[in-house]
């Protein structure tokens, strides 16, 4: 294990390659916790990468190069599910053929602006790539949705990002057509990842889409097992001839 990803093996070993999780704005891998060990339970080894602090980001790599890194050092092309931010990072992987497949759930193709005022957008423009941008107010629409009793967990992963990260997240809001198998996955009460564009996106790069109920955090949620189920049912459909699906999950293949 190093500092930059943590990884959770499966219960009962049944796949060869494994998943990557990049998570989304203001949070760590730790909001991936309960839906890797989920998979972990399905037979899945989970790869939860995280990025470097803020006090170090000025003159370190990327954070989609931080990520493909961890892909490309993986045994195997890992498939990459990504939140948020998190999400275009996978498309942009999927897009050059860093990992075997790519989930982008809740993908903020808007960028920052559903996220941040303009007042803040427009500062953004002159910070460092280092700067501390502070999460938003815990009364804005990205943090609605999340149970009362899950609250507490995310305010326990929340921190600063730095800058570069955000202007690097409004890099990444025009996808490219994906060279592997890749699904963009929505949800109907999403207030900052609109479903209509993630649906738009998906038909104009020509990759899966999925509508599910819930808000924009899905891991949290107490349908998250539900959540996991569709999401493994897909990978295994698109993304598992000849190297994923064992024995044992011929009914998940049409």
Do not use: N
Request: with cysteine; glycine share 10%; proline share 9%.
């Amino acid at each position: 294990m190093s500092d930059e990803v943590l990884v959770l093996p499966p219960e009962s070993e049944r796949y060869k390659a494994e998943l990557l999780f990049v998570h989304g704005l203001w949070v760590d891998a730790r909001i991936w916790r309960g839906v890797a060990a989920g998979f972990a339970h399905r037979g899945w080894s989970c790869v939860l990468v995280d990025r470097p602090p803020s006090s170090t980001q000025s003159g370190r790599e990327s954070w989609v190069r931080r990520v493909e890194r961890a892909a490309r050092a993986r045994e195997v092309p890992p498939i990459a599910i990504g939140h948020d931010g998190g999400a275009l990072v996978a498309l942009d992987l999927a897009a050059r053929g860093a990992v075997r497949a790519a989930v982008a759930v809740a993908p903020l193709l808007d960028g920052t602006a559903s996220v941040q005022s303009r007042v803040g957008r427009l500062a953004l423009r002159f910070r460092g790539d280092a700067a501390p941008v502070p999460p938003p107010h815990p009364g804005h629409g990205f943090f609605a949705g999340i149970p009362d009793a899950r609250r507490g967990q995310v305010a326990a992963v929340l921190g600063p990002e730095p800058a570069g990260v955000l202007r690097e997240v409004d890099r990444l809001t025009m996808p490219a057509r994906p060279v592997v198998p890749a699904l963009l996955v929505a949800h109907e009460s999403d207030p900052v990842a609109s479903p209509l564009l993630a649906e738009i996106c998906a038909r104009g790069i020509e990759a899966d889409f999925l509508r599910l109920a819930g808000g924009h955090w899905p891991m949290l949620e107490p349908r998250a097992d539900d959540w996991i189920t569709r999401i493994h049912r897909w990978i295994i459909r698109s993304a598992g001839d000849g190297l994923l699906a064992l024995r044992g999950d011929e009914d998940l293949v049409d």
